[in-house]
Structure formats: C-alpha cells, structure tokens
C-alpha cells in the first residue's frame, strides 16, 4: 500500500537557522510522483515542487532544496537561512502514475508544522 | 492566488443536516478533486470529477456526492452529517493529462455540532 511518513510532528527553528523536514515514502510502482505542499494558515495548499520517480536530480530554488534518493525511498525538503514568513505546516505527497489523460489521488503524510522564530 | 474559489468559506451545521460546498476551478482546468482535512491530519482523498464525471474516489461513505458543471466548477454534497464530518474541505483544480500539479483553493471550514 502507499504510505507517506512524515516523522517530525513539529519543529522550532530562529530565523536564519537551516533546516530539513523528511519525507519517506512507500509504494510498489516503479513510476510515481512526489510532491512538496505548504499550507499557511489561510489554509490553502501551494505546490511548491514535483518530482518523478526517474528523476533522482537533487533540485534548488532559491533558499529552498530537494534531495531525493530512491534507495532510501526518500524525497527530504531544505529551507537554507529560514524566514518568519517560511512558517507554515509543509506536507510530502505521493502520486501514482494515473491512467492516460488523468490525475490521479494524491496520499499525503501528516504534515510537518515549521514554526521559524525571529 | 490560485484562482480556485470555494464557498462558504465558514459554515456550521447540526448532526442530521446535510450540506453543500462549491468550487470553481482556475480556467483552463477540466479536472476537480476534493479532499477532506481534519485537524492536524493531511488531506484525505474524496473524489475527483474530469469532464463531469467521477473518476476515481477515495474511501468515503455514499453519504458523500459530487457534480461537475460544464463550465468545469464543481459541488460536493455531504448527506446526514455526523460530528466526524468536521473539517476543512479543499477543492483542488487541474488540467487532464498533467501529472498532479493541484492548484487549491482556501477550503471550507465545515464544523457539525
């Protein structure tokens, strides 16, 4: 079954602090999409990346950056010089393949809720 | 913005009752998914509609029922509320093909008391 963890419940961190929220995830397909949402406290999700699973390249933009490794099934999030404005619950999503010409369900993890500090 | 919009952004209902949530879709997006958010939980998956028909629906009870207009905006009715029912409820738009990019919108915070 697909299962996305996210471990850390809650984290605290000062401003301009780096730091990782993890995301591991499980599936038995070998294609599959994993995304990264925040949610600030309005509610709204905002997509902020998409990855497939052939696409092991580690991404950045800007103070933000993707590492994702198949082999330890994990697609971990990092904010570098973290700001106030970067507080909000970021959740990891899963996505199988769908069929042609459609989306399919997202399987989400329970959210990691970063409260930055100044 | 994401250019979906969802009403009523705020409602509160009585166990028994039965509600109905709207959504209108960025255009553009023929696909509608909505998913229900308790409290500190993620999003769990209700059902999709691409081109005014469910297509794909996630374990939730008949109780819970969808539309979907031509113009692509979409409904979700939810029969004889139960105090479980409480929670945010996402509308989420897209266009058919790509491979999962959700534009969502602010949600409905439905409270059944």
């Known amino acids: 079954a697909q299962k996305v963890t996210q471990a850390q419940t809650e984290i605290s961190v000062v401003e301009k602090e780096d730091v990782t929220l993890d995301c591991v995830y499980e599936t038995r397909d070998t294609t599959y999409y994993l995304f990264w949402y925040k949610q600030p406290p309005s509610g709204e999700l905002v997509f902020l990346i998409r990855?497939?699973?052939?696409d092991e390249q580690n991404e950045i933009s800007g103070r933000y950056s993707w590492n994702f490794q198949k082999s330890t099934s994990s697609f971990n999030f990092t904010i570098t010089a973290s700001q106030v404005v970067d507080s909000a619950v970021y959740f990891c999503a899963l996505s199988e393949e769908g069929n042609a010409g459609n989306n399919r369900k997202l399987i989400w993890g329970l959210g990691t809720s970063l409260a930055v500090n100044p | 913005e994401t250019g979906v919009t969802q009403s009523p952004t705020h409602l509160i209902k009585t166990r028994g009752q039965q509600v109905t949530l709207r959504c209108s879709s960025q255009?553009?997006?023929?696909?509608v998914s909505w998913y229900q958010q308790a409290l500190g939980q993620g999003p769990q998956f209700i059902f999709q509609?691409?081109?005014?028909?469910?297509?794909g629906r996630g374990n939730f009870p008949p109780r819970f029922s969808g539309l979907q207009f031509p113009n692509y905006s979409s409904e979700l009715n939810v029969n004889a509320l139960e105090l479980d029912d409480s929670a945010l409820y996402l509308c989420?738009?897209?266009?058919?093909?790509?491979?999962?990019?959700?534009?969502f919108g602010e949600g409905s915070r439905l409270t059944v008391l």
């Open positions: 509609y691409y081109r005014e028909e469910e297509n």
């Open positions: 255009s553009g997006h023929n696909t």
């Open positions: 989420a738009s897209s266009r058919g093909g790509s491979t999962g990019e959700l534009f």
């Open positions: 990855r497939n699973s052939f």
